[in-house]
């Protein structure tokens, strides 16, 4: 089992930028991808980014080339930079962990408890 916990939102203007850090603590991490998601208010929860045991990484469209995963296994920490912040990332960010590669909220076991991003126009 993983226990997963999120930190580092906030609020921004748009174009600033922010970092999302989580945590993982129990299972051996190294062995776990894991996805980051974020859900408006109103909207379903959204893929945002992965980064598998190996490193591999996968982006949706819209954060490509903005956000990037990355993660430190001797911290047990999963890292996601997001630069030119605009007001429609505005969210709850969550982390989540599994074993498959998969941009499907329903496909990940554990999940933090969300971290708030706001970002004014």
């Known amino acids: 089992q993983v226990q997963l916990v999120e930190s580092g939102g906030g609020s921004v203007q748009a174009g600033g930028s922010l970092r999302l850090s989580c945590a993982a603590s129990g299972d051996t991490f190294s062995n776990y991808g894991v996805g980051w998601f974020r859900q408006a208010p109103g909207k379903e929860r959204e893929f945002v980014a992965r980064?598998?045991?190996?490193?591999?990484?996968d982006y949706a469209d819209s954060v490509k080339g903005r956000f990037t995963v990355s993660r430190d296994n001797a911290k047990n920490t999963v890292y996601l930079q997001m630069n030119s912040l605009k007001p429609e990332d505005t969210a709850v960010y969550y982390c989540a962990s599994n074993r498959a590669r998969s941009t499907i909220p329903r496909n990940y076991d554990y999940w933090g408890q969300g971290t708030q991003v706001t970002v004014s126009s």
């Open positions: 980064i598998g045991w190996s490193g591999v990484t």
